[in-house]
């Protein structure tokens, strides 16, 4: 029987979070998946690991072509250039045609992005237009974007409702935010047509528990718990500084909610899902931070809802891993705010959106990933 699988194109599906919500996407049984990335921090490998994880959890007897189903293709290629996003729509024009997109892809350091803020501009935000342009073309008008809580910059309350002011802080952070705006005005110029969801994740950890894949950023990890994991293997010997005790929070150091990366590509099986439901949008108004025009644009909080402290996370990766950490004690980080915390709750009620998986697990799993693989994809292809 043919596969009644629709076709998402994700963008970036070779990255972190794009390779996990390429796994929930096939592993939900709805949606085959077709990427587009130019592995400017990622491995192929990732996909390849990607479609085994998935038929491997295939029933006995499974066919070829229900295996086949589970392969990505994968276009190498820049979606700043807007021919090479309009070749992939055009090949599947005779194929069915692309029914949604996920928009993954992006640059997303910080502390690069004041560095070279035209790349960011160009890789963040023509990039969208040019994928949202590319769309319209075909008339694909399903969209689900990778937003980020970093659109809050520091919030006046935690935790943080959608409907909090959007005030980011760093040049990425306003790629993200203009991005949103970007899809925002184009949902509101054609209500009958686009309907999109924004998705701003908390800070994304752990990995797939098989230790198959999981995150492998290219040079030293600029974020806490893959910096950790990697320590644990040996790698940067002169141990963590911990950027600032002296903020009002319980131990002084930063507060973050941290969200296992397999709830949080669940939420956008579920963002899928939700799309085509109008109720969602109806309630609209300011609850994305700025006012609506009546178009079908959502944007949802996916976090755990519950901080943890800097402190908090070494404990948890030193429990994991077995490795007893190096810590000390440095100024604060330029940026850093004391906490940030989603509000979920909208996500849970209108996404049915749940993030169930605990600290232990989140630690353990990207410990198991990175044991596993020391030194990442690289040299294990
Ligand atoms: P990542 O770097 O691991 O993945 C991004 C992927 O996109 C990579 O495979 C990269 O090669 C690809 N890519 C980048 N620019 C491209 C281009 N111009 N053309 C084609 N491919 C390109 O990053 P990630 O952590 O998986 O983040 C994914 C998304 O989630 C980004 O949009 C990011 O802004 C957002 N986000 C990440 C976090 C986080 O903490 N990791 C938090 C909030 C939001
Ligand atoms: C977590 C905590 C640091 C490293 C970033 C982006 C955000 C989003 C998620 C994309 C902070 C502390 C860290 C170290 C430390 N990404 N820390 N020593 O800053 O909450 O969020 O990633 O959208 O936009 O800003 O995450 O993992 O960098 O830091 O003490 O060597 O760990 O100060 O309190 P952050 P992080």
């Not at 990335?37 to 491997?56: C, G, M, W, Y």
């Not at 030293?220 to 990697?230: E, I, S, V």
């Not at 911990?242 to 319980?250: A, L, S």
């Not at 085509?276 to 931070?289: H, L």
Request: net charge neutral; aromatic share 8%.
């Amino acid at each position: 029987m043919a596969s009644p699988r629709k076709t998402v194109l994700i963008t970036g599906a070779a990255g972190y979070i794009g390779s996990h919500i390429a796994l929930c996407c096939l592993l939900s049984g709805k949606y085959s998946v077709v990427t587009i990335d130019n592995f400017h921090n990622s491995f192929p490998t990732a996909l390849e690991r990607v479609t085994k994880i998935a038929q491997d959890a295939l029933p006995a007897g499974a066919s070829d072509e229900d295996k086949k189903a589970l392969e990505i293709k994968c276009y190498r290629g820049d979606i700043s250039i807007k021919s090479e996003i309009d070749q992939i729509f055009k090949d599947y024009e005779g194929k069915g045609g692309i029914w949604g997109v996920i928009h993954v892809a992006a640059l997303k350091a910080v502390g690069e992005s004041g560095e070279i803020p035209i790349k960011y501009y160009e890789n963040n935000i023509t990039a969208t237009i040019n994928l949202l342009d590319v769309m319209d073309k075909y008339k694909v008008y399903n969209l689900v974007y990778s937003s980020s809580a970093t659109v809050y910059g520091a919030p006046p309350q935690c935790p943080i409702p959608e409907s909090s002011p959007l005030q980011p802080e760093s040049c990425y952070g306003r790629t993200k935010f203009m991005s949103e705006l970007i899809i925002k005005d184009v949902c509101d110029s054609a209500p009958d047509k686009w309907r999109a969801i924004s998705l701003r994740y908390f800070n994304p950890a752990g990995a797939h528990p098989s230790g198959q894949i999981g995150e492998d950023p290219r040079g030293r990890p600029g974020n806490l718990l893959p910096l950790l994991a990697q320590m644990a293997v040996g790698k940067f010997p002169e141990g963590l500084k911990i950027f600032g005790n002296d903020y009002d929070t319980p131990d002084g150091t930063c507060v973050r909610d941290y969200i296992h990366i397999m709830d949080l590509a669940e939420g956008h099986v579920l963002a899928l899902a939700a799309l085509p439901r109008d109720e969602i949008y109806a309630a609209q108004g300011q609850a994305a931070g700025f006012g609506s025009s009546g178009g079908k644009y959502k944007a949802y909080n996916l976090g755990k809802g519950k901080g943890m402290s800097v402190l908090n996370m070494v404990d948890a990766m030193q429990k994991a891993s077995g490795f007893k950490y190096k810590t000390e004690i440095v100024g604060r980080r330029t940026g850093d705010v004391p906490e940030l915390t989603a509000d979920p709750a909208l996500a849970e009620k209108e996404l049915e959106f749940k993030a169930k998986r605990d600290l232990e697990a989140m630690c353990r799993d990207q410990w198991n990933w990175q044991s596993n693989n020391p030194k990442g994809y690289e040299n294990q292809a």
